[in-house]
């Protein structure tokens, strides 16, 4: 965690806090204050680390707390894959299709993008390409 994601964290949570600890979000408050300063200081993180970590609550929900998408692993170009909540399934393969004709002297391997999409012929041989096997 770096000094910019740990203070801006740091604050999301400080909004929060009456509604995740109720009567004793002042008393945590000013811990995440305190090594809010300290770190500004010092430049350090350990200290709001540990202040962010300190009740069970707060440290759920800062564990649990989805990330912005600043901080999802996406390629450069901004285009990725980010699974949506809940129930969790395992991705699966796309079907791929090759050109069966032995003869053909450029067959193609094509692999369907959605299903549904129609099948494209060989350009080696023009026949019809087949599931692979």
Same mark, same amino acid.
């Given at each position: 965690?770096?000094?910019?994601?740990?203070?801006?964290?740091?604050?999301?949570?400080?909004?929060?806090?009456?509604?995740?600890?109720?009567?004793?979000?002042?008393?945590? @408050?000013?811990?995440?204050?305190?090594?809010l !300063? +300290? #770190? *500004?200081? =010092?430049?350090?993180?350990?200290?709001?680390?540990?202040?962010?970590?300190?009740?069970?609550?707060?440290?759920?929900?800062?564990?649990?707390?989805?990330?912005?998408?600043?901080?999802?692993?996406?390629?450069?170009?901004?285009?990725?894959?980010? @699974?949506?909540g809940?129930?969790?399934?395992? !991705? +699966? #393969? *796309?079907? =791929?299709?090759?050109?069966?004709?032995?003869?053909?002297?450029?067959?193609?391997?094509?692999?369907?993008?959605?299903?549904?999409?129609?099948?494209?012929?060989?350009?080696?041989?023009?026949?019809?390409?087949?599931?692979?096997?």
């Open positions: 965690m770096d000094d910019r994601m740990s203070a801006e964290l740091a604050k999301e949570v400080l909004e929060l806090l009456p509604r995740l600890v109720g009567a004793d979000a002042p008393r945590i @408050a000013e811990d995440i204050h305190r090594a !300063a +300290t #770190s *500004a200081r =010092t430049g350090g993180t350990e200290e709001l680390r540990r202040a962010l970590h300190a009740d069970l609550r707060v440290r759920s929900w800062v564990e649990a707390r989805p990330c912005p998408p600043d901080e999802r692993n996406t390629p450069q170009n901004g285009t990725g894959y980010q @699974a949506l809940g129930r969790h399934m395992l !991705a +699966t #393969s *796309a079907t =791929t299709f090759v050109c069966k004709n032995p003869a053909c002297s450029s067959p193609d391997t094509w692999t369907r993008g959605f299903m549904g999409e129609p099948v494209p012929r060989c350009s080696g041989c023009t026949r019809p390409l087949g599931r692979e096997a």
